[in-house]
Structure formats: C-alpha cells, structure tokens
C-alpha cells in the first residue's frame, strides 16, 4: 500500500485541522492505521490508531480528548481531526498501515507502509 498524507499548516493556539490520509495500492480495508508524529528534536511518536474496521481506536494521552482518528474504507481514506491545538502539537504528522493488526501499529513494530508526513504547526 502506499500511502500520501495531507492537510497540515499554520494554526493558533486552541485551533483546529483534519489531517488526511489516502491509500492506494492495496485492498486498504485489510490494514490497521495509525499517526506518528516527529517534533523538532524529538523522536517520532505514537499519536492515534484505529482497527480494520475503525471499531477500534487508541490515542496517546497527550491527544486523548482532543483528537480523533477516524477512517472511510469506501473512500480508501485515514482523517486526523485535531482540535483545541497547542505549540507542543507542532510537528510533522506521519500516517502508517499494517495488515498484521492494531498491535503492531501501538508498537510501532517495523510497519507494513509510511506515508511521506505533512507539518503541522502550532503558534502560541
């Protein structure tokens, strides 16, 4: 599968954007998704997942609340929704497939595809 995000850009503080994630390739019903994301100096993080599905999803404490990950498999699409933003969410937003499961993409265990990331950033 591969995979093209989409939707970053400049944004206040207390803000709101909705990343995008398109497939193609692939049967994208058959992978498990997730968000990553790199901040300036930092290593890359565990955002959000969601299952086959989309029964299923888990976020990272510091998004929990605040953001939503959410899935179209009709449309072959992944979506960010990220609300009430802040300066520490600045970074490059990275989405990943795996057809081994929800698991795997929690672990961040050598995934299965990467999209090519989209920068987000947050002014105070």
């Known amino acids: 599968v591969q995979l093209q995000a989409s939707g970053g850009g400049l944004v206040q503080a207390g803000g709101s954007l909705r990343l995008s994630c398109a497939a193609s390739?692939?049967?994208?019903?058959?992978?498990?998704l997730g968000w990553f994301r790199r901040a300036p100096g930092k290593e890359r993080e565990f955002v959000a997942a969601?299952?086959?599905?989309?029964?299923?999803?888990y976020y990272a404490d510091s998004v929990r609340g605040r953001f939503t990950i959410s899935r179209d498999n009709a449309k072959d699409t992944m979506y960010l929704q990220m609300n009430k933003l802040e300066p520490e969410d600045t970074a490059v937003y990275y989405c990943?497939?795996?057809?081994?499961?929800?698991?795997?993409?929690?672990?961040?265990?050598?995934?299965?595809?990467w999209g090519q990331g989209t920068l987000v950033t947050v002014s105070s």
């Open positions: 969601i299952s086959w599905s989309g029964g299923s999803t």
């Open positions: 390739g692939s049967t994208f019903s058959d992978y498990a």
């Open positions: 990943a497939a795996d057809q081994r499961g929800l698991g795997y993409v929690l672990k961040n265990n050598g995934l299965d595809a």
